[in-house]
């Protein structure tokens, strides 16, 4: 079982950056497929980023452009720069991850392991 911790939230004012760390705190492979997603209050969580093993990445069109997904050399620890943040990408943001090493997309019933998500507040 893998285990996700996400870090790097906090809050900050429209137009800001942050930048969400994700380490496994468990053995995790170089070959997974990971992603961050994202559920504000009353909200369906969104997808906004996904990489797979060969640092091919996806965009949700709300981030596309400001914000950036990536791995670390070993490819185990992921990241998400974020840009030009505005109120509307308030929210907990969550890391996941999957065994499927080529999948690369945005659907959450596909990822297998989750952190327990990190608070960004853009005012």
């Known amino acids: 079982h893998v285990q996700l911790v996400e870090s790097g939230g906090g809050s900050v004012q429209a137009g800001g950056s942050l930048t969400l760390s994700c380490a496994p705190s468990?053995?995790?492979?170089?070959?997974?497929?990971m992603a961050w997603f994202r559920q504000a209050p009353g909200r369906e969580r969104e997808g906004i980023a996904s990489?797979?093993?060969?640092?091919?990445?996806v965009y949700a069109n709300s981030v596309k452009g400001r914000f950036t997904i990536s791995k670390d050399s070993a490819k185990t620890s992921l990241y998400l720069q974020m840009n030009s943040l505005k109120p509307e990408d308030t929210a907990m943001y969550y890391c996941a991850a999957d065994r499927c090493t080529f999948c690369l997309h945005l659907r959450s019933e596909a990822f297998e392991f989750w952190g327990q998500g990190t608070q960004v507040t853009v005012s």
């Open positions: 468990t053995y995790t492979r170089s070959s997974y497929h």
């Open positions: 990489i797979d093993s060969n640092d091919y990445t």
